[in-house]
């Protein structure tokens, strides 16, 4: 299977006015489809650089990021990422005058798809995919606990149907028993409806359920 993204001898540095920071140090990597990827490594070592660049925050120095054979660098960012990917925090990032509903079918309102009617109804279906009903529709994110949270945010992601899904520590603010729902949501849009799911993270438990696993080690990427 060919790679959906491809980071090709990546480098980028960090500057202030006396110290440059070697973040990434000439990666290349491939990731597929249907497979479940995580980047471990100590902080600091460059990890979620790495997924800023595959997200098109920041533009590599050197080196080139190809999605889907095309490279991200001739795209417009914004476009790009709405298209294509679905991003996940370490901190949810709702909305919180908005029900989790509404925050669920914002990205869907702002792409300019679907009829309101068909924005709820996805929404609907994503948020009872990831384990939340029609109570839960209704809250407002201080009405949620964090658990819950997450998931509002990991529907959110799914609003557009992206093939790639990252995420950076999605599991760092949520208990064992949150973090093991969230990994099985990550695992069943990998293994049941084919996604790439690319995370970074410090969890031994997410790193354990994922297909390929990478570390950061001083800006380079090591099996």
């Known amino acids: ?27 290349t990597v ?41 490279s991200i660098l001739s795209l417009n960012s914004d476009d790009y990422r709405r298209a294509n990917l679905g991003i996940i925090y370490q901190s949810f990032y709702l909305f919180p005058q908005l029900s989790a ?47 819950e949270q997450q998931r509002v945010a990991v529907a959110r992601a799914l609003s557009l149907d992206p093939k790639v899904i990252l995420g950076d520590e999605p599991t760092g603010n949520l208990d064992s028993e949150n973090s ?7 695992r069943h849009l990998v293994h049941e409806q084919g996604k790439c799911v690319i995370v970074v993270s410090h969890s031994s438990e997410v790193c354990e359920a994922s297909d390929v696993r990478y570390a950061m080690q001083d800006g380079r990427l090591v099996l």
């Open 101 to 147: 509903l509404e925050n669920v079918m914002l990205p869907m309102e702002f792409a300019g798809t679907k009829l309101k009617v068909e924005r709820e109804e996805r929404a609907r279906g994503l948020l009872s995919m990831v384990g939340l009903d029609e109570r839960h529709a209704k809250k407002r994110p201080n009405q949620l606990s964090g658990g």
């Open 1 to 27: 299977m060919s790679a959906i993204l491809q980071v090709n001898n990546v480098r980028y540095d960090y500057k202030t006015a006396q110290i440059v920071t070697h973040a990434v140090r000439g990666v």
């Open 30 to 70: 491939e990731f597929e489809l249907g497979k479940f990827y995580t980047i471990s490594g100590r902080s600091g070592s460059g990890k979620s650089t790495l997924l800023s660049l595959m997200s098109a925050i920041n533009r590599p120095l050197d080196g080139d990021i190809l999605y889907d054979g095309k």
């Open 180 to 186: 093991a729902n969230i990994i099985a949501i990550l």
